[in-house]
């Protein structure tokens, strides 16, 4: 398993190299999107309109964060389940998004996507929302601010700890569940 | 007839909310701890490792341990000789929820199920209330994810399945829920009761101590058969693979219709977070 450091936006090349697996080390800016962001997303290319951020070469990550306490940028920010997303994923994958963070499995469909226009999903690890916030140095809402948790955010990252759980090459790091030696 | 003055129920109630969120419990720790000397996968460990070091940085900063504070959902036993006095029982969680999630920077994540509006204060509650013999107001306050809830299921099982039929059921449930509610889980079974009331007694079944033994022989030993059987799955942390899938499996069991066997499977996360006060 191979270790990189990759800075934002991401190319074809940095997503080419990368294997399940392999652990990412991502720096720059990053966006947060989930469930009530993504719909909204949507429905602004439906109406043939500008998305709140570039997709060219962007990561988004699935995530509600809590509130920022005084003194730091952002408040718990650990990934959110990803499936729930995947309605959504291979639209933006066509479009020019080149990874998205969560937690959990995605669909065939994405992951055909993530073939077709060289995506890569990352994992982020579940529940460890106070450890991930250390990696966001600056968080600022740029749409959507009814929704709360749920707006989505430019986020900056230093060196966020990322695992490659699906590869543009169809490789996945999650083990199949034996079913056979549960008795 | 003891009288308990509202606002102490509200200051119990906040003080929970925050307490639940940013500490690891003990026994949750402790079984890191064993996950951690007795996992022989490189990624387990590596995952159990950061997920204490998340649980010593959210209890020195104050921080959420997870960003999902989860939905309020409480226990509570009412004595017969026992009464709230100054306001409401149920406005007084629910103002508790309001000021512990607001006080203690918790992420509100009630919202309308069709509109998706967040009520903006992580109320309402949901509340289960009992009422019980004495004089004593007991609440317990659990902060229910949505990643691990929606991976939980109800199912009516015919008679004749069985307990095969349960731990069929269990361990397909768990299989296919892979990765997705932060593995390694702690696994609620409510069997009996009605369509509704398995639910419920799932739910509270995650209540339990993950370190104690269930009173009854029987019910412990399939608890432990389940755990087994599920950790044979080889799911582990975060999805990676290794021995810990679960970190327990808690059964409650009760009476129920000629005709049923109702199952419900509640999967919390690794976090099982959750308080308890007595007043």
């Known amino acids: 398993m191979a270790q990189y450091i990759l800075n934002t936006p991401l190319t074809d090349a940095d997503v080419k190299k990368l294997k399940a697996g392999d652990v990412v080390f991502l720096n720059g800016t990053i966006y947060s999107a989930r469930d009530a962001a993504h719909k909204k997303l949507m429905e602004l290319l439906d109406a043939g309109k500008d998305l709140p951020f570039d997709l060219k070469g962007a990561a988004i990550y699935y995530v509600g964060p809590s509130p920022a306490p005084p003194g730091r940028p952002i408040g718990a920010a650990g990934p959110t389940t990803s499936y729930r997303m995947d309605t959504y994923a291979p639209r933006l994958h066509s479009l020019g998004l080149k990874a998205t963070i969560g937690k959990g499995k995605r669909s065939d469909e994405v992951k055909a996507a993530m073939r077709e226009h060289t995506g890569v999903y990352f994992g982020a690890t579940g529940g460890a929302g106070a450890l991930l916030s250390n990696s966001i140095t600056e968080s600022t809402v740029i749409a959507f601010d009814e929704l709360g948790p749920e707006a989505i955010r430019a986020m900056k990252v230093k060196d966020f700890p990322l695992l490659v759980i699906n590869d543009c090459s169809g490789g996945e790091l999650y083990v199949k569940p034996r079913l056979d030696t549960a008795g | ?279």
């Open chain 2, 1 to 279: 007839m003891r009288e308990i003055p509202v606002q102490n129920v509200i200051d119990a109630v906040a003080a929970m909310c925050i307490k639940a969120n940013t500490e690891l419990p003990d026994d949750v720790r402790a079984k890191f701890e064993q996950a951690m000397a007795e996992e022989t996968s490189d990624s387990a460990r590596e995952v159990l490792r950061q997920l204490l070091e998340n649980a010593d940085l959210a209890r020195d900063t104050k921080l959420p341990l997870c960003q999902d504070c989860g939905l309020a959902v409480f226990f509570v036993e009412v004595g017969d000789d026992v009464r709230v006095v100054g306001g409401n029982l149920r406005e007084a969680i629910n103002e508790g929820v309001r000021k512990g999630y607001a006080d203690g920077f918790l992420r509100k994540s009630a919202c309308h199920p069709l509109t998706r509006a967040n009520t903006g204060d992580g109320t309402p509650a949901i509340i289960h209330f009992d009422m019980v013999p004495g004089d004593r107001l007991k609440l317990v306050y659990m902060a229910k994810g949505g990643g691990s809830e929606n991976m939980s299921r109800v199912t009516m099982l015919s008679p004749a399945q069985g307990w095969e039929g349960i731990k069929k059921f269990v361990v397909e449930r768990v299989a296919e829920a892979g990765p997705n509610p932060c593995p390694p889980t702690v696994i609620g079974i409510g069997v009996g009761g009605t369509f509704d009331h398995a639910a419920k007694i799932a739910k509270q079944s995650l209540m339990r101590r993950l370190d104690d033994t269930h009173p009854d022989p029987d019910i412990a030993a399939r608890e432990k058969e389940l755990e087994d059987a599920l950790n044979a799955l080889g799911i582990g942390p975060m999805g990676l693979g290794g021995n810990t899938t679960v970190l327990g499996v808690k059964i409650t069991m009760e009476p129920c219709h000629l005709a049923s066997l109702p199952l419900a499977v509640n999967v919390q996360c690794h976090s099982q977070r959750h308080e308890e006060v007595e007043l």
